[in-house]
């Protein structure tokens, strides 16, 4: 089962904005509005950042929003702000009931 | 509120079986399934299965079809998941996650070596 696919890293200034990508197939991204994004820091449980592709749960900031366009979603971090740093997982349920994530991207604040 | 908490890191040899266990509180256990996801050291987050209390067989990743059972017990609020036939790339930390559409609140993580 391949993963989706992410870039393997992305950067940007405190204050901008980045956006990272999670292309997937018909059988997954394409098909159903369950993408779920994760934060990840070094050495800590992952944690839920956006669900089923634009929702953000309680007590997340508005800064992080998520969108879907045919087979890829998106990831999108506006004003970056030192704590974003991390690594960023995308995830998608797959036909045939599975989950399959992404490869993951890490994100740098310059 | 919301807990899962894991059961203790383990070290076993190639060959052998490891069981972990995820305990939840601070929610309706059986309204939500559980999922395992499991990290290797350096590496992304891999899907191995969820299972639930109210939706009937549990769901495994083609990878580890046959060598993962994960199994519900309601009185405890328990899951547990079974890893058979280990190898020396099984080692990960295993997470159990709370999951319905997506996995909003994960355990602590579960360190299994396997090493000679």
């Known amino acids: 089962q391949s993963a989706l696919t992410q870039p393997a890293s992305v950067s940007g200034s405190p204050g901008q904005s980045i956006t990272i990508s999670c292309t997937g197939t018909?059988?997954?991204?394409?098909?159903?509005?369950?993408v779920s994004w994760y934060q990840q820091h070094p050495g800590k449980a992952p944690k839920l950042m956006i669900y089923e592709v634009t929702n953000r749960p309680s007590g997340v900031s508005n800064r992080f929003s998520g969108s879907k366009s045919g087979n890829t979603a998106s990831l999108t971090i506006s004003g970056l702000q030192a704590e974003d740093e991390a690594d960023y997982y995308c995830?998608?349920?797959?036909?045939?009931?599975?989950?399959?994530f992404g490869g993951g991207t890490r994100l740098t604040v310059l | 509120q919301v807990q899962l908490v894991q059961s203790g890191a383990e070290v076993k040899s190639p060959g052998a079986s490891v069981k972990v266990s995820c305990k939840s509180s601070?929610?309706?256990?059986?309204?939500?399934?559980i999922s395992w996801v499991r990290q290797a050291p350096g590496q992304g987050l891999e899907w191995m299965g969820w299972?639930?209390?109210?939706?009937?067989?549990?769901n495994y990743a083609q990878k580890f079809q046959g060598r993962v059972t994960m199994t519900t017990d309601t009185s405890t609020s328990t899951v547990y998941m079974e890893l058979r036939s280990l190898r020396t790339d099984d080692t990960a930390v295993y997470y159990c996650?709370?999951?319905?559409?997506?996995?909003?609140?994960w355990g602590q993580g579960t360190l299994v070596t396997v090493s000679s």
């Open positions: 996650a709370r999951d319905r559409s997506s996995s909003d609140y």
């Open positions: 299972t639930s209390a109210y939706y009937g067989d549990p």
């Open positions: 601070g929610y309706a256990f059986t309204t939500y399934g």
């Open positions: 995830s998608s349920y797959r036909r045939g009931g599975t989950q399959v």
């Open positions: 018909s059988n997954d991204v394409g098909d159903y509005n369950y």
